[in-house]
Nanobody, 115 residues
Framework: QIQLVESGGGLVQPGGSRTLSCVSS????????MGWYRQAPGKQRELVAS???????NYATFVKGRFTISRDVAKDTVRLRMNSLEPEDTALYFC?????????WGTGTQVTVSS
């Protein structure tokens, strides 16, 4: 079992920045892959970014170089630094991890980019 707790969401102006954090109840070096998904109203949940234990990263095309996912092993935390935010980035952002055959999810943190 893994518990994931997100924080850092909030209201952001277009062009602004926000950093999301996800604290894992398990050592993140024991989790093969972690990342962030998001879901906007009326849309499917979509992958934003992921990172592996050897720090291979993957980003959705809509990121366009604006976001950076990183690991803080000492704090068992995965972060998503988001720059140049756009109204289209408004969504509920979920922390995600895969461990064994199971997927684990946080309850989400809301990011709203005003227009």
């Amino acid at each position: 079992q893994i518990q994931l707790v997100e924080s850092g969401g909030g209201l952001v102006q277009p062009g602004g920045s926000r950093t999301l954090s996800c604290v894992s109840s398990r050592p993140i070096n024991a989790i093969p892959i972690m990342g962030w998904y998001r879901q906007a109203p009326g849309k499917q949940r979509e992958l934003v970014a992921s990172i592996t234990t050897n720090e291979r990263t993957n980003y959705a095309t809509f990121v366009k170089g604006r976001f950076t996912i990183s690991r803080d092993v000492a704090k068992d935390t995965v972060r998503l630094r988001m720059n140049s935010l756009e109204p289209e980035d408004t969504a509920l952002y979920f922390c995600w991890s895969r461990w064994g055959l199971d997927d684990y999810w946080g309850t989400g943190t809301q990011v709203t980019v005003s227009s």
